[in-house]
């Protein structure tokens, strides 16, 4: 069974995290919207699968960048434009990563890591 961890991030300025592709970048403003994607995105390989599509040679995309775990929670807490993120996921922090890139570019920073 695979080690469930707590990811804590944070978001400085949440209405101006986007991520690079306009088709996959996270379009809401608030940390409730952003949390349910995020968690959809990490129980759910669908916004994986439109990324890979998205690539010049889907076929040779590494098929583990697409796990999922139906079991992840993300919870995201606002303050002012400042959103913290917790996330609960037996995912590796390379997949928690690439989704996080897609929804929002690299406007995140973690700031813990422990067993959940």
Request: hydrophobic letters at 40%; a negative charge.
């Amino acid at each position: 069974m695979p080690t469930r961890q707590r990811f804590l991030l944070s978001i400085d300025d949440l209405p101006k995290a986007r991520g690079e592709s306009h088709e996959l970048s996270f379009e809401g403003g608030s940390a409730e919207s952003f949390a349910a994607l995020l968690q959809k995105s990490l129980r759910e390989p669908v916004l994986w699968q439109r990324w890979r599509d998205m690539q010049p040679d889907p076929d040779a995309v590494d098929p583990s960048l697409g796990l999922s775990d139906p079991d992840a929670t993300v919870e995201a807490h606002q303050s002012d434009v400042h959103v913290s993120v917790t996330v609960i996921t037996s995912l590796p922090h390379s997949i928690l990563q690439h989704r996080l890139t897609l929804l929002i570019g690299r406007h995140w920073s973690l700031r813990d890591v422990s067993a959940a």
